[in-house]
């Protein structure tokens, strides 16, 4: 059973930059497409950020991200990553992780990742 954890969220200023990053354990997360997902405050909804084929070669991401975010990931570290610059007050939310155990690379709908990490807190002041 893979067990994500996510962790780098904090306070920053509008304009800043923070580092998620996405540690898998149990198992390896080499095969998956992994991905990253956003709940803002008041939205009962997760918003797609990004995601990432199985060996990095290919990604996609949000427009509200595009040019401003990276996803990368590191399959010897089983470690997953979310570079995030030019922050703005609207990226304001909770960050998950998630992966995709039957899918290799492609943009993955949000109901079929089956794992998930706990979420770490983003907050962008302004």
């Known amino acids: 059973q893979v067990h994500l954890v996510e962790s780098g969220g904090g306070l920053v200023q509008a304009g800043g930059s923070l580092r998620l990053s996405c540690v898998a354990s149990g198992r390896t997360i080499s095969t998956y497409v992994m991905g990253w997902f956003r709940r803002a405050p008041g939205k009962d909804r997760r918003e797609f950020v990004a995601?990432?084929?199985?060996?990095?070669?290919?990604?996609d991401y949000a427009d509200s991200v595009k040019g401003r975010f990276t996803i990368s990931r590191d399959n010897a570290q089983n470690t997953m990553y979310l570079q995030m610059n030019r922050l703005k007050p609207a990226d304001t939310a909770v960050y998950y992780c998630?992966?995709?155990?039957?899918?290799?690379?492609?943009?993955?709908?949000?109901?079929?990742?089956?794992?998930w990490g706990q979420g770490t807190q983003v907050t962008v002041s302004s």
């Open positions: 998630a992966a995709d155990r039957d899918t290799w690379e492609g943009f993955v709908p949000e109901y079929l990742y089956d794992i």
């Open positions: 995601s990432i084929s199985w060996n990095g070669g290919s990604a």
